[in-house]
């Protein structure tokens, strides 16, 4: 059974810096591409950031490059979210995903790709 275990959210001021932490158990971690997800109050969910099975690729919704780091430690089963100069419209729920089959890539952005899930984090940023 997959379990995907996300930390690190919480309130911080615009400008700030966090770091969100997704545990990963149940599957060969290393096998599979990760990505983070978040939702916003009365909007869809959307893509933020995917690393490939390896942590060789990674990829960037426009509105976070050069401002968060995917990264991931196949030692540890863990992917993380770094997210430096935040701001207020960055405030969601952040979800970290696991990829349905194993060392694929393609369509990395879309959702229905990923099976599984974590509960989310909130993320809070104030102005």
């Known amino acids: 059974q997959v379990q995907l275990v996300e930390s690190g959210g919480g309130l911080v001021q615009a400008g700030g810096s966090l770091r969100l932490s997704c545990a990963a158990s149940g599957r060969t971690f290393s096998m599979y591409s990760m990505a983070w997800f978040r939702q916003a109050p009365g909007k869809e969910r959307e893509f933020v950031a995917a690393?490939?099975?390896?942590?060789?690729?990674?990829s960037y919704a426009d509105f976070v490059k050069a401002r968060f780091t995917i990264s991931r430690d196949n030692a540890k089963n863990t992917v993380y979210l770094q997210m430096n100069s935040l701001k207020p419209e960055d405030t969601a729920v952040y979800y970290c995903a696991e990829r349905t089959r194993a060392r694929t890539w393609d369509s990395f952005s879309t959702p229905t790709n990923y099976a599984y899930w974590g509960q989310g984090t909130q993320v809070t940023v104030s102005s």
């Open positions: 690393i490939s099975s390896s942590g060789g690729i990674t």
